[in-house]
């Protein structure tokens, strides 16, 4: 089935530890996301690539870090993790098409990631 | 600044009984996207139903219908018949351009048996 795989679904890292969090789709979707989720909060969007346009929120840390190798890949890079980093990390991917406002967006089952 | 407002942080329902969850929001578009998502206990998001701003017309899916007041901004999901498989966080969110959503802080739904 089509669908967006994230891995691995949990990750342990130490603080300051670098760790990369992977995202794949099979949907072939040329936009895809990141966003962080906090317990209980709604999902904060980190940054999206259109392509392999790279737009980056104006409040996402310089510690965050995302890499698009191809239409299929997604990574996110925390450069040193601090304690307020444990979160929920969703992948996400949307088709953009010409003429159309916008599409659908389809969730990754999502990375938690804690921060010793 | 674009808002996305739900709340009820959490609700309960009895097994096949209906339940409103209430969403407002905050845009000086005439045109948008408005979306409901469901996220079960350590699983996926996916979405509900979605509403297209420039249609009169509620939308509905099944078993889950809107409430769509434009003119009030407020975008509410009935949940008909609840199931216990509908126990999870419930997100409005809404389309806001350049391939950009926001989203509200979520209701968190407890379907009871």
């Known amino acids: 089935d089509a669908m967006v795989i994230q891995n691995p679904r949990y990750q342990v890292t130490q603080f300051g530890k670098p760790v990369t969090l992977s995202c794949s789709q099979t949907?072939?979707?040329?936009?895809m996301y990141w966003y962080q989720q906090k317990s209980s909060q709604a999902p904060k969007l980190l940054f999206h690539?259109?392509?392999?346009?790279?737009?980056n929120e104006a409040d996402t840390p310089d510690n965050f870090q995302s890499r698009r190798p191809n239409t299929s890949f997604c990574f996110l890079d925390i450069r040193s993790p601090g304690l307020g980093d444990a979160a929920m990390y969703l992948c996400?991917?949307?088709?953009?098409?010409?003429?159309?406002?916008?599409?659908?967006?389809?969730f990754g089952p999502g990375t938690r990631l804690t921060v010793l | 600044a674009q808002k996305i407002t739900q709340t009820q942080p959490g609700m309960f329902v009895q097994e096949k009984e209906a339940v409103t969850l209430d969403c407002t929001y905050d845009?000086?578009?005439?045109?948008?996207?408005l979306f409901w998502y469901k996220q079960p206990p350590s699983r996926q998001m996916i979405l509900v139903i979605r509403q297209e701003a420039y249609k009169q017309q509620n939308a509905t899916e099944n078993r889950f219908s809107v409430n769509f007041q434009k003119a009030a901004k407020s975008f509410s999901l009935k949940i008909s018949d609840s199931q216990l498989g509908d126990t999870a966080m419930y997100f409005c969110?809404?389309?806001?351009?350049?391939?950009?959503?926001?989203f509200g802080t979520g209701t968190r739904l407890k379907v009871l048996a």
């Open positions: 845009t000086s578009e005439s045109n948008y996207y």
């Open positions: 969110a809404r389309y806001t351009g350049t391939y950009k959503y926001i």
């Open positions: 690539y259109y392509d392999k346009d790279f737009n």
């Open positions: 949907l072939n979707h040329n936009v």
């Open positions: 996400a991917t949307s088709r953009a098409l010409t003429g159309q406002l916008t599409d659908t967006q389809y």
